[in-house]
């Protein structure tokens, strides 16, 4: 029995809106607005919402629909995606990616990753553009924005979209300009856990080509500028007014959210020095963390993982199977070890809570935790 599982009371992966009075109540208020004026579905929140976010993004529009899958859906339907097609994702991310494209018909191309960025480069995603390929989607991998404008030279030059998945990147910079509005279209999941979190599912797509940004609007309604008039065949893809209401509380503090995530993440890097852990890199020049989550390396994972869960401390994989190597991808049929570096980080890697609620005792408590992991001795 480890002497330390007595410290404190667990510190749990994540800790949501019900951890701030002040802000629950807020968020409670705004959801009663909208329920006494009966106002659920699109309508003043969503336009307002839509309106925030595309200027907080630096975006010309932004289209709030009901989750990050979808988001990631409608831009490629809005691209005109579909059978026939192949599009280059990340194995190393969360299935969603692929999925999007999957549910338009089109073909996921899995591309491997940067070991020490765990997100993909022109590098890793050149060989995989054929004939066939119609766009690419990297993903700011746990809030690390993508080496962007060699990857956007390299779409440029196939003549291809570049489709941004970043959802789990919202406020994050490349050479000064907010993710999401660097490729022709940025995709966000407004998903509870993420930076920018709902009371519920949620997502926007952002845009600077007006052209794009109308046919997203109207496929995430059934087609319809004007009720009942159905331009083309769309879907039920809107976001709550409920949803949008409790993201314009919660935009408000997305910044300051943002922040006590990079401190907490350079007070970890500081604190785990010298632990059997390698820690993530830094951002470098022109990039930006939003530390989504705070992945830490350790060849002895598993042994790792035990450890701090029994000094209650809670730890997540994200994610324990590459995409390629799921049963949903079982027919992609690419073959093991094809793919290294998103194999080894799929063996090696284990999430630390991270969340702006995280007190700097806790970050000491995780911390002593990592340190008492001996490699040799298996925990
Ligand atoms: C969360 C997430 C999505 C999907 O968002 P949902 O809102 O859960 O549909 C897509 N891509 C990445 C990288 C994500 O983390």
Request: charged share 10%.
């Given at each position: 029995m480890s002497t330390f599982a007595v410290d404190g009371a667990p510190v749990p992966l994540m800790r949501m809106d019900h951890d701030d009075e002040a802000l629950f109540r807020e968020l409670m208020g705004a959801v009663e607005q909208v329920a006494r004026r009966s106002a659920?579905?699109?309508g003043a929140e969503v336009d307002a919402f839509e309106r925030e976010w595309a200027a907080f993004c630096g975006a010309a529009d932004a289209i709030g629909v009901s989750s990050g899958t979808e988001a990631l859906v409608l831009a490629l339907r809005a691209l005109e995606i579909g059978p026939g097609d192949e599009v280059v994702v990340p194995?190393?991310?969360?299935?969603a990616t692929a999925e999007a494209v999957s549910l338009v018909g089109a073909t996921p191309r899995f591309a491997d990753v940067?070991?020490?960025?765990?997100t993909v480069t022109a590098a890793t995603v050149?060989?995989?553009?054929?004939?066939?390929t119609r766009a690419i989607v990297p993903v700011h991998l746990y809030g690390r924005t993508v080496e962007l404008d060699p990857l956007l030279e390299l779409a440029r030059g196939a003549g291809i979209a570049l489709v941004e998945d970043a959802a789990q990147a919202h406020g994050a910079r490349y050479r000064g300009q907010r993710v999401?509005?660097?490729?022709t279209l940025g995709c966000f999941s407004f998903?509870?856990?993420?930076?920018?979190?709902?009371?519920g599912d949620g997502g926007a797509v952002v845009t600077d080509d007006p052209a794009l940004a109308e046919r997203v609007r109207l496929l995430r309604a059934h087609g319809e500028a004007v009720r009942y008039e159905h331009r083309i065949v769309g879907t039920t893809a809107r976001l709550d007014a409920i949803q949008a209401a409790v993201l314009r509380v919660k935009l408000r503090r997305l910044e300051q959210a943002n922040a006590r995530r990079r401190e907490i993440a350079r007070q970890f890097d500081a604190a785990l020095a010298g632990a059997a852990v390698v820690p993530p890199p830094p951002p470098s020049d022109g990039h930006d963390h939003v530390y989504h989550q705070y992945v830490v390396r350790c060849e002895q994972r598993d042994a790792l993982r035990a450890q701090l869960a029994a000094h209650g401390v809670a730890t997540g994989l994200h994610?324990?199977?590459p995409i390629h190597r799921t049963g949903a991808y079982r027919?992609?049929?690419?073959?093991?070890?094809?793919?290294p570096a998103t194999e080894a980080l799929a063996r090696t890697i284990c999430s630390l809570p991270m969340f702006p609620g995280l007190s700097d005792s806790e970050i000491a408590r995780i911390a002593d935790a990592v340190h008492a992991f001996d490699p040799q001795g298996g925990g």
């Open positions: 659920f579905t699109l194995a190393n991310s969360f299935i940067d070991p020490a960025t765990a050149a060989p995989l553009i054929g004939a066939r999401g509005a660097l490729g998903y509870p856990a993420k930076n920018l979190g709902a009371w994610y324990p199977t027919d992609a049929a690419v073959a093991e070890g094809s793919l």
